[in-house]
């Protein structure tokens, strides 16, 4: 069976320029999420810097890219909007798309999802909670009832996002706020799924249920429904072909 192809883009700003951050992840979170994909062996892993040439995703990574993870944070406004709205057309073509955390602001994600996606958030190291809500969901496969993350950032609803069509994950805080941290959404012929956890001076990316959690992710993103589609002046002769 052919490897799913991913490609996992980091802004990679805090992981060399924030001390906590480094300390975590010495070789970059991208490295943490790259090794989690590659230890379960079903994919092809690429990773796309935010200060590489065209932040490392050109026209023929993008082409030769099943699944995109993205994370980024306090640069995302630097990315170039013709990027964006190549990222936007290939999730729209069908390439599966996993957005990170603080990825919610990201230009891509908001441009798919139409809304401010906007949060609470604390950085007070809280306990976090992951409840599967939706056991049946592949996303959730192996995954526990619940599991908790002894430190992250607190995300609280509302978080203004378009109704999912499905909540895999939903976590409570020991603030006590909520939070749906699973989502998914279908745009065009793409599937996203929105995955809360991820701050970068916490150790989430180790976590075995963290890492479970992107591998299944890649999975479901990645599964293409049918052949690319055509679209425009159809000419009745096409069906001879
Ligand atoms: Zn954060």
């Known amino acids: 069976m052919n490897k799913l192809r991913v490609t996992i883009f980091n802004e990679n700003h805090h992981d060399r320029f924030n001390e906590k951050a480094k300390a975590t992840y010495p070789n970059g979170m991208h490295s943490a999420i790259k090794e989690a994909l590659d230890a379960d062996g079903r994919f092809e892993t690429t990773v796309a810097l935010q200060d590489m040439p065209s932040h490392g995703l050109t026209d023929e990574v993008l082409e030769n890219t099943d699944v995109l993870f993205w994370w980024g944070h306090v640069l995302h406004g630097e990315v170039d909007d013709a990027i964006v709205a190549k990222v936007c057309d290939r999730v729209l073509q069908g390439m599966g798309l996993v957005v990170l955390h603080s990825g919610h602001f ?19 190291g809280d306990l976090e909670r992951i409840w599967t809500v939706k056991p049946s969901h592949p996303i959730a496969a192996g995954l526990p009832e619940y599991f908790e993350l002894p430190h992250e950032e607190t995300y609280g609803e509302h978080f203004d996002i378009p109704d999912p069509d499905e909540v895999v994950f939903a976590s409570w805080f020991s603030g006590g706020e909520l939070f749906r941290s699973g989502c998914c959404f279908e745009r065009g012929n793409g599937k996203i799924f929105y995955f809360r956890p991820g701050h970068e001076t916490f150790p989430t990316f180790y976590d075995e249920n963290v890492r479970k959690v992107l591998v299944n992710a890649a ?3 990645g599964a293409q429904g049918g052949v690319r589609q055509f ?11």
Do not use: P, Q
Not at 231 to 241: E, F, Q
């Open 106 to 124: 990201s230009k891509v994600f908001k441009k798919l999802m139409g809304t401010t996606c906007n949060l609470k958030w604390r950085e007070s």
């Open 219 to 221: 999975i479901w993103a």
């Open 231 to 241: 679209y425009g002046h159809w000419l009745s002769d096409n069906y001879n072909k």
